[in-house]
């Protein structure tokens, strides 16, 4: 599904099936889920309903339901540009190294 091309509502409507799902899954009624969860009774009727509450209140509720997985989408994982890690190659390879002890302090003349 294209979650681009729906509505908020639409959006919120789909995310209210979801916890209502997973509630009904775990053999939870909506006071046991709105208890655990810290929040009242009416305000999980209104989140399943596909109605506007806090986005702290979804995070409680899915909490609870151990349905916050969703939110590794959310991670920034780092990414380093193509010249970014040429530039860290070319200082981790290997310098050219001397042999101090063998470097002789007064090079034999030749005369």
């Given at each position: 599904?294209?979650?681009?091309?729906?509505?908020?509502?639409?959006?919120?409507?789909?995310?209210?099936?979801?916890?209502?799902h997973?509630r009904?899954?775990?053999?939870k009624?909506?006071?046991?889920?709105?208890?655990?969860?810290?929040?009242?009774?009416?305000?999980?009727?209104?989140?399943?309903?596909?109605?506007?509450?806090?986005?702290?209140?979804?995070?409680?509720?899915?909490?609870v339901?151990?349905?916050?997985?969703?939110?590794?989408?959310?991670?920034?994982?780092?990414?380093?540009?193509?010249?970014?890690?040429?530039?860290?190659?070319?200082?981790?390879?290997?310098?050219?190294?001397?042999?101090?002890?063998?470097?002789?302090?007064?090079?034999?003349s030749?005369?």
């Amino acid at each position: 599904m294209d979650y681009n091309q729906i509505s908020d509502l639409a959006i919120l409507q789909k995310l209210g099936e979801f916890v209502k799902h997973h509630r009904m899954a775990q053999n939870k009624s909506q006071e046991q889920l709105a208890t655990e969860a810290g929040v009242s009774r009416s305000t999980l009727s209104l989140l399943e309903r596909g109605e506007k509450v806090n986005l702290i209140t979804l995070i409680q509720v899915l909490r609870v339901l151990n349905q916050l997985q969703w939110l590794e989408s959310f991670e920034v994982k780092p990414v380093i540009s193509p010249m970014s890690y040429i530039k860290l190659q070319k200082k981790h390879e290997r310098q050219r190294i001397r042999n101090t002890s063998t470097v002789a302090e007064d090079p034999p003349s030749e005369w």
